[in-house]
């Protein structure tokens, strides 16, 4: 910057010796003082007047003296009055007088006054001149430091409130989440439990008419009502899923699972459904396919029960096919496995599938009313999908059918024998049905049932006993401990105790808490109608030897018990 001021000072001096020059040799010329004079008059003018406009102007009216000046000169005398050098002698002078007004700005910016009007460098002068005056601008520095330092203090405080803002916004958005997550524990305990008594009994009413060989309408019925509550159970367990989702707090494991099997066990989840509506439900393979891959089977399976219920749902007439494919079969190191789910329903429009995979939606409200759901399983099975490596497709026409395509990644394939379809088509039909929860269990031992709901105590007293269980029931978890530490102090220990962990007066957190830190070593096996992610850790922590979520598994419940008898008997 210094060295572009020196180079416009440099030019204005030439400038203004160019004027001279100029003045001088038009002074030989014309031989008059006066007339020479005039073309150096607006270059000393130019001194007191402040701009190009100005200055211009004064050396414009200067020169035309000149010239009137030249005519009167000459006049008589033969020789031109207004030759050309002349013309060009004026040109040079206007500017001269420009680059000095240059010349004046360059200097004033060296002397740090950039900016000002032409009279600030006399100011300045005048300020070296006057120390007192010098002396009260300076003083009046400061005051204008004291104005910065407000405005930045006023800046910092508003930063301050905008940050106290955002910390409340999160705190709120905290709590709201915090309230969230309560309200769906508590939502899943209040419908869970039930639930429970509802699935629960409607089994036992099943066995015992299957036994009594009673009518078809009424194994009918019973089975309607089991598979409303089954219903209802998807749709809470969508909530849920969604919601951990959501949290980032669902847990995917990755172990070796074979594809083909899911799609089997899938087949066979929806041919009861698919019979109902006279639909074909097939599986195939496109060899070649891997033995195995590694994901997490249990939400591949959920996955795929999602669209395959959803393509039962929408298909009048035809059917579905479940269809599995490697994305590139010569894939080793790690590939991509597409799963599909083909049907022959009612089809989506363009705009109905940009807006499929959205909560809550449906392609309308008609769709709604006629068919139900919530609108949450394309959304889960989606981000599912994206969990485990993948993602979910659409390809559709409204009233030709739909082809949902699952991608998940298959894990390192080194290893993996490649099976046929041959190979496929005989693992389905090896498979029959699936696997009965009808095991007769014929099981000895005494357990505690604590359980504060009348309807639940007797359905899992009922379970139990008729597996040749001895039960005792326990109200509240006070009355529950104290039951366990009465027994285990008459050596007369319960081989299970079954704990509610929800119940009044004492819960089973606590109580199973006391029960451990008074020594005792029986099994605990948990019993909650919470099901959101961390539940089960929370039962762990307090000294539960293993977790049960309700509606109660009969079969999984009794196998679970059994392990825990057996292990116990094995005990010195």
Not at 134 to 161: F, M, N
Not at 298 to 310: E, F, H, V
Request: glycine residues 8%; proline residues 3%.
């Amino acid at each position: 910057m210094s060295s572009m001021r020196h180079r416009r000072i440099g030019f204005g001096l030439a400038s203004a010796l160019t004027a001279i020059g100029v003045f001088a040799l038009d002074l030989r010329a014309s031989g008059s003082l006066a007339d020479g004079a005039l073309y150096l008059l607006p270059v000393l003018l130019s001194e007191r007047i402040p701009g190009w406009g100005s200055t211009l102007l004064v050396a414009v009216v200067c020169n035309a003296l000149a010239i009137v000046a030249s005519l009167l000169t000459f006049e008589g005398t033969g020789a031109p009055a207004f030759t050309v050098d002349r013309v060009v002698a004026i040109g040079l002078v206007w500017a001269a007088a420009g680059m000095l007004v240059h010349m004046k700005t360059s200097l004033a910016m060296l002397g740090g006054v950039e900016g000002r009007s032409p009279g600030s460098a006399k100011d300045a002068d005048a300020d070296v001149a006057d120390p007192h005056a010098a002396a009260e601008k300076v003083t009046a520095r400061p005051e204008c430091v004291d104005q910065l330092q407000r405005k930045a203090a006023y800046q910092a405080s508003g930063l301050a409130r905008q940050l106290r803002e955002l910390e409340d916004s999160r705190d709120a958005a905290l709590a709201a989440n915090r309230l969230k997550s309560e309200f769906l524990a508590n939502m899943s305990h209040e419908i869970r439990t039930p639930m429970t008594a509802i699935l629960g009994f409607t089994e036992e009413a099943l066995d015992e008419a299957r036994r009594a060989c009673l009518s078809e309408e009424i194994t009918r019925a019973l089975l309607t009502i089991r598979r409303n509550g089954e219903h209802l159970l998807e749709i809470i367990n969508d909530i849920l899923d969604l919601s951990k989702i959501e949290a980032d707090r669902i847990a995917i494991e990755r172990i070796r699972c074979s594809p083909s099997e899911i799609l089997v066990d899938v087949a066979w989840l929806m041919r009861q459904r698919a019979l109902e509506k006279r639909l074909k439900l097939e599986v195939e393979l496109e060899a070649p396919v891997p033995e195995t891959i590694q994901t997490d089977p249990t939400r591949l399976r959920q996955i795929l029960l999602n669209l395959a219920s959803n393509a039962i749902k929408f298909t009048q007439e035809g059917g579905v096919t479940l269809r599995a494919r490697m994305a590139d079969p010569s894939a080793r190191g790690g590939g991509v496995m597409i799963l599909e789910v083909v049907d022959t329903g009612i089809g989506l429009t363009d705009e109905q599938k940009r807006g499929i995979f959205e909560a809550f939606s449906q392609a309308d409200s008609a769709t709604t009313r006629k068919f139900g759901g919530t609108g949450l399983g394309l959304t889960i099975s989606r981000r599912l999908a994206r969990l485990l490596g993948g993602d979910i497709a659409v390809e559709s026409e409204q009233g030709r059918g739909s082809a949902f395509r699952v991608s998940v990644a298959t894990g390192s394939l080194e290893g993996v024998r490649m099976i046929e379809t041959s190979r496929a088509a005989r693992i389905a039909h090896e498979r029959e049905r699936p696997e009965s929860d009808e095991r007769i269990w014929e099981l000895s031992g005494r357990v505690l049932v604590a359980e504060d709901g009348a309807d639940n105590q007797r359905l899992l007293s009922l379970i139990l006993t008729k597996s040749g269980l001895d039960v005792e029931v326990a109200d509240n978890g006070r009355i529950a401990y104290e039951k366990a530490v009465s027994a285990a102090v008459a050596d007369e220990p319960f081989d299970v105790i079954l704990m509610d962990m929800q119940m009044p007066e004492l819960d089973g957190y606590r109580a199973t808490s006391l029960l451990r830190e008074a020594g005792y070593e029986g099994p605990i096996i948990a019993l909650t109608a919470h099901a959101m992610s961390g539940d089960r850790e929370k039962c762990i922590e307090v000294g539960c030897d293993d977790y049960a979520s309700k509606p109660i598994h009969k079969a999984r419940l009794l196998g679970m018990v059994a392990y825990f008898i057996e292990k116990r008997s094995r005990q010195p």
